[in-house]
T-cell receptor, first 114, second 111 residues
Framework: SQKIEQNSEALNIQEGKTATLTCNYT??????LQWYRQDPGRGPVFLLL?????KEKRKERLKVTFDTTLKQSLFHITASQPADSATYLC?????????????FGSGTQLTVLP | DGGITQSPKYLFRKEGQNVTLSCEQN?????MYWYRQDPGQGLRLIYY???????QKGDIAEGYSVSREKKESFPLTVTSAQKNPTAFYLC??????????FGNGTRLTVT
């Protein structure tokens, strides 16, 4: 069955450093992968989508890579700030693409320490 | 501003009672979804609807029911048959893009 794993439940880093979060998947050949941010007690907010034919995508201080050979996506936040503290979720569509039913990882809780 | 409104934010019920969670969107999106989130777990799909008057079961539909009588509304009923109803429930919608727009959730506690 399809499975998504995010590298760790919690990650603490110092302000100004680069945070790197990992999303690994098995038994998938997704056409794209998405990253969301979720703050406590709120719904996730869409951040970035990267397609299978894109190696890298950037948005301001965010960078996402997608390695379909390794079946892995890396999510980087450069020059991290305490306001970046949140849980980050990766999500993938089903293989057949017949419906937009995303499957989510359990998330990585990032804390940026001042 | 367009968005998804879930109400109430917190809901408390006694075991054995059915409860309905509200989800309204003004984004003119065709597809709507209900997810459940438990601590340490990813979001799990309960039901989804791609068009008015049509809906399909997700991965964990047992003990839940939905209706989609209007494009804007997709209420979820948690029935007494749901074994572990206490959770954070999230409603979402999609339009032309594949990204989901989420509401801010309803935290249901059943005692």
């Amino acid at each position: 069955s399809q499975k998504i794993e995010q590298n760790s439940e919690a990650l603490n880093i110092q302000e100004g450093k680069t945070a790197t979060l990992t999303c690994n998947y098995t038994n998938y050949s997704p056409a794209y992968l998405q990253w969301y941010r979720q703050d406590p007690g709120r719904g996730p907010v869409f951040l970035l989508l990267i397609r299978e034919n894109e190696k890298e995508k950037r948005k301001e201080r965010l960078k996402v890579t997608f390695d379909t050979t390794l079946k892995q996506s890396l999510f980087h936040i450069t020059a991290s700030q305490p306001a970046d503290s949140a849980t980050y979720l990766c999500a993938l569509p089903p293989d057949d693409g017949s419906a937009r039913q995303l499957t989510f990882g359990s998330g990585t809780q990032l804390t940026v320490l001042p | 501003d367009g968005g998804i409104t879930q109400s109430p934010k917190y809901l408390f019920r006694k075991e054995g009672q059915n409860v309905t969670l509200s989800c309204e969107q003004n984004l003119n999106h065709d597809a709507m979804y209900w997810y459940r989130q438990d601590p340490g777990q990813g979001l799990r799909l309960i039901y989804y609807s791609q068009i008015v008057n049509d809906f399909q079961k997700g991965d964990i539909a047992e003990g839940y029911s939905v209706s989609r009588e209007k494009k804007e509304s997709f209420p979820l009923t948690v029935t007494s048959a749901q074994k572990n109803p206490t959770a954070f429930y999230l409603c979402a919608s999609t339009g032309q893009s594949s990204s989901l727009h989420f509401g801010n959730g309803t935290r249901l506690t059943v005692t």
